[in-house]
């Protein structure tokens, strides 16, 4: 997701990101692309096929809030949903005989897809309980799971029916690269055309998911008995995090045991993750004995030194997301200029655009009505957000198609201080507002991705945008049921908290405009003033000199996760690109779904014990 995230991409081009909020995947082939042609009495929509798609829908939308709120970004869940799906077609096969199909994995991969940008979305959730532990700022949403998963549900679903109209332009006229889509669409053609590598490709999956689990079991989960009167370790253990520095564990610098993150950095690649390092060093290593010698904050710890660099780290990502979508404002101007209402298409194939006008204003009834009842929030400014929600979506999805890179947080932002300016001093009319744009926005744009792909297996648009509609709702309900669960066990910073530098950057964007520039801690608005200078330079020059300047969104990440999180990312990156530059063949073949296998076994090993703990039942 999302940012969480055409052509196929290798590693370098992942690298080369403006913005890792959404990792790239690599694909499975870095030639020619094939689209299959749709097959005539094909096994598509079937039972089986939904089944899976919805148990994957709610597998994806229930373990990311976890990885989105640890590592700072959503990574691409596309081709991790088409390896789940996959092998749960091939398990019921086992009993069926009957061996599932590309078009049916690709029911699966979609609803995964649309899970995961509902888990992505609780960047906001995270961003509202942020503000809501600070007392002084007045501010006060407390949303129930039940109010979670209507939110969320209903934005989804508009932000799904909004770009139905779209798929034809985007995809088909204009043949936008969409590299996640294209990466997905070609691992399911692999694995339904080469079983050799199929099996290959889910062993490591397989294999990956198995380590990982194993991994945050050892790590997190301790049992101990009274043994000859002491207490005694009844399983072996791996250390948590191991600190660096004299105040390594207070400033939360070290590193961590995480295949999660280690499999994280893998995908995202060495650029990135080198930049996220940068960041690192310059927060968590540099920072805190300046701060604390020029008295700047008290003490060297996680909690007050991120209060001042989170600005200077807040104007790097700022600077660099909105003026990467300045630099492209070709592409936007194309998105407005470009789209006839002869290109919408009405084909056979093709999800009935007056059910596309049926539902859009049915939910945009119900949105008004959950949000006014809900969450208190005026019925004019729903419909203006929505408004504003096209618009994104339309700027959102150009970006994504020809870059790979979803600009959610970005365009946020833009659109905090929209309501800054229609609601000025309202913290809560900025959050609910801008939450509600990007999660409509965000489906609306990921779902070109799941187009993309059934484009290139052959797949029937109207069932994809069918199994998207029944995925949202699932994935909320997964989201509403495991995002409060996450909070409640590990809380937002200090030790052991979750970093979710997004939410920082989105809570701290709207404390900013609420209180303006001269209540934020001494010294921090020069800092973020150069930050923003320094975002924008090192973004126009990305496109030339990518291989020598850091991302500026990588380096603003790095200084508001924990140096425990960064480093095995690093360590991953650089795994990684050693891998891909020793043994190309075997990298291109293993790579992604090892790394999608360390991502997945940690976050649902955590999930379920994190729901156990909801429950009184303790580790």
Request: aromatic fraction near 8%; include cysteine; charged fraction near 15%.
């Amino acid at each position: 997701m999302s940012e969480p995230s055409g052509e196929p991409v290798s590693k370098a081009g992942a690298d080369d990101l403006p913005a890792p909020e959404a990792a790239v995947s690599q694909p499975v082939s870095r030639g020619t692309r094939v689209r299959a042609a749709p097959a005539a009495g094909r096994r598509e929509l079937t039972f089986r096929a939904v089944a899976t798609a919805m148990v994957v829908a709610a597998i994806v939308g229930g373990s990311y809030p976890y990885v989105v709120l640890k590592i700072g970004y959503g990574p691409n869940i596309s081709v991790v949903s088409a390896f789940f799906g996959y092998l749960a077609l091939s398990a019921i096969a086992l009993f069926t005989g009957i061996r599932g199909t590309r078009w049916e994995n690709n029911l699966v991969q979609t609803a995964g897809t649309a899970a995961g940008e509902a888990g992505f979305m609780c960047v906001v959730l995270a961003a509202m309980d942020m503000l809501n532990a600070r007392p002084e700022l007045g501010f006060s949403v407390h949303l129930s799971s039940l109010q979670i998963f209507g939110w969320l549900s209903v934005a989804g679903l508009l932000g799904v029916l909004l770009a139905v109209p779209l798929r034809r332009h985007y995809i088909d006229d204009e043949d936008l690269p969409f590299a996640d889509g294209t990466a997905a669409g070609e691992t399911m053609l692999v694995l339904d055309l080469d079983r050799t590598q199929a099996r290959a490709r889910v062993r490591a999956l397989g294999w990956g998911l198995l380590a990982s689990a194993l991994a945050a079991f050892f790590r997190d989960f301790h049992w101990k008995a009274a043994l000859g009167g002491k207490a005694r370790q009844l399983l072996p253990f791996i250390p948590s995090e191991i600190s660096l520095g004299a105040h390594g564990a207070a400033l939360r610098m070290g590193t961590e045991v995480s295949l999660l993150s280690f499999g994280s950095g893998i995908l995202v690649g060495l650029r990135v993750t080198l930049s996220m390092g940068l960041g690192m060093i310059i927060a968590w290593v540099i920072a805190p004995p300046v701060l604390t010698g020029q008295q700047v904050v008290a003490d060297q710890t996680y909690a007050l030194v991120l209060r001042w660099v989170m600005w200077p780290a807040t104007g790097l990502m700022v600077a660099g997301g909105l003026t990467a979508l300045v630099l492209k404002w070709k592409l936007i101007a194309r998105s407005f200029t470009s789209l006839k209402a002869g290109e919408i298409g009405t084909g056979g194939e093709e999800f009935p655009l007056p059910f596309v006008a049926i539902g859009v204003v049915l939910l945009t009834a119900v949105l008004c009505v959950v949000q006014h009842y809900s969450l208190e929030f005026p019925v004019w400014l729903t419909i203006v957000s929505l408004v504003l929600s096209v618009a994104l979506m339309l700027v959102g999805t150009r970006v994504l198609g020809e870059t790979n890179w979803a600009p959610i947080s970005a365009l946020a932002n833009l659109m905090q201080a929209v309501f800054a300016a229609l609601a000025p001093g309202s913290m809560r009319i900025n959050m609910i507002g801008s939450g509600m744009s990007g999660t409509v926005a965000a489906h609306g744009e990921h779902l070109m991705q799941d187009f993309k792909a059934g484009k290139i297996v052959g797949a029937n648009n109207r069932h994809l945008t069918l199994v998207q509609l029944m995925a949202v709702p699932v994935g909320s309900a997964a989201v509403a049921i495991a995002y409060p669960a996450l909070r409640d066990r590990y809380g937002f910073g200090g030790q052991g908290g979750l970093a979710s530098p997004i939410s920082v950057k989105w809570a701290g964007f709207a404390e900013l405009l609420n209180r303006g520039f001269d209540q934020l801690p001494r010294g921090c608005f020069t800092a973020m003033l150069v930050a923003l200078v320094l975002g924008v330079l090192l973004t126009v020059l990305e496109p030339r000199w990518h291989k020598y300047v850091p991302s500026p969104t990588g380096v603003g990440l790095g200084m508001l996760i924990p140096g425990y999180s960064i480093m095995p990312m690093v360590l991953g990156g650089i795994a990684g690109y050693v891998w891909a530059k020793s043994a190309p063949r075997s990298e291109e073949t293993y790579s992604t779904p090892l790394a999608s296998g360390f991502i997945a076994g940690e976050a649902l090993l955590v999930l379920v014990f994190s729901i156990l703990a909801v429950f009184g039942i303790r580790a």
